[in-house]
């Protein structure tokens, strides 16, 4: 026999749960199922102890079971929290929405979420949001990986983007040399060789749209950080060192590369960002 709202909420007292006062007045025996599964999502929402009500996962994989599981069926819990992680999504609130859609089992709609908001805070350094979707977005990040199977592919993008915020936080502390080989040798989303240059192009077409509007950002950190390994060592004071010019030729040639192919996906970004790219490589020369 399933339990009315207003017995899975006396179920609910004494487990480290702080019900709102108005949520004590309004709770009551409620016969219509769609009446009361608004008023448990209403109370869901308010709490924001999904763990409690909605379970979570454990460190060994398996699922940690929560209070609804005891009173209501799968099906009831499902539609319950899909109403919530709807909600969630549609007033900007997407950390919540995150955790309400993995909830609901639905990977698709948490990939795509995640995917947008991490591509929107890539640059915002130094923000709390940024930070801990960035913390939300790696453990969901390595579920999906274990549990997805032949769908993997699909994670592909999240890789990228968690790759671009490591890259754009070793940027932004200064760490060019990191930067520049994590980019070249883990992201490798843009050519930094004219033999990679035409492969580059023709990937733009399969590329997740939420790294393709970053791309003109991430053009410019690798030209600043190409510009400034250069501008490090043409002031160096030191004697003719046959190392050093070829490295300072090898930087030259990355920065070609990355000029050639912004010309040839302008149309992913304005004319000034382009421009710059351009100042910056004639400085170089």
Not at 8 to 36: A, F, H, N, P
Not at 55 to 84: C, V, Y
Not at 168 to 181: M, P, R, S, V, W
């Amino acid at each position: 026999k399933q339990k009315t709202a207003y017995e899975i909420r006396l179920s609910l007292v004494g487990s480290e749960m702080c019900i709102r006062d108005r949520y004590q007045r309004r709770v009551r025996v409620i016969k219509d199922q769609d009446s009361r599964n608004r008023l448990i999502k209403d109370l869901i929402l308010k709490t924001k102890d999904y763990e409690l009500f909605l379970g979570g996962l454990l460190e060994n994989g398996l699922n940690k079971p929560g209070e609804l599981q005891k009173h209501l069926p799968a099906d009831q819990i499902q539609s319950i929290t899909t109403s919530a992680a709807v909600d969630c999504e549609a007033s900007g609130n997407y950390m919540d929405a995150l955790v309400l859609w993995d909830l609901a089992q639905n990977p698709s709609q948490v990939i795509q979420i995640m995917n947008n908001q991490l591509s929107r805070l890539l640059t915002e350094f130094g923000s709390g949001e940024r930070s801990q979707l960035g913390s939300l977005a790696e453990r969901i990040y390595q579920k999906y990986f274990s549990s997805l199977g032949s769908q993997k592919s699909s994670l592909f993008p999240t890789f990228v983007l968690l790759s671009l915020i490591k890259f754009f936080d070793d940027f932004n502390n200064g760490k060019y040399i990191e930067a520049l080989t994590f980019m070249e040798n883990e992201i490798d989303i843009v050519p930094l060789q004219m033999s990679k240059l035409n492969s580059k192009v023709e990937g733009l077409d399969q590329m997740d749209k939420a790294i393709i509007r970053k791309l003109p950002e991430v053009l410019l950190a690798i030209m600043t950080i190409l510009s400034k390994l250069f501008s490090t060592l043409k002031s160096a004071h030191s004697p003719f060192d046959s190392g050093r010019e070829l490295y300072k030729q090898q930087l030259k040639e990355k920065a070609h590369t990355l000029v050639v192919f912004a010309g040839m996906i302008q149309f992913q970004m304005t004319s000034d960002i382009h421009s710059r790219l351009v100042r910056m490589e004639i400085f170089m020369n």
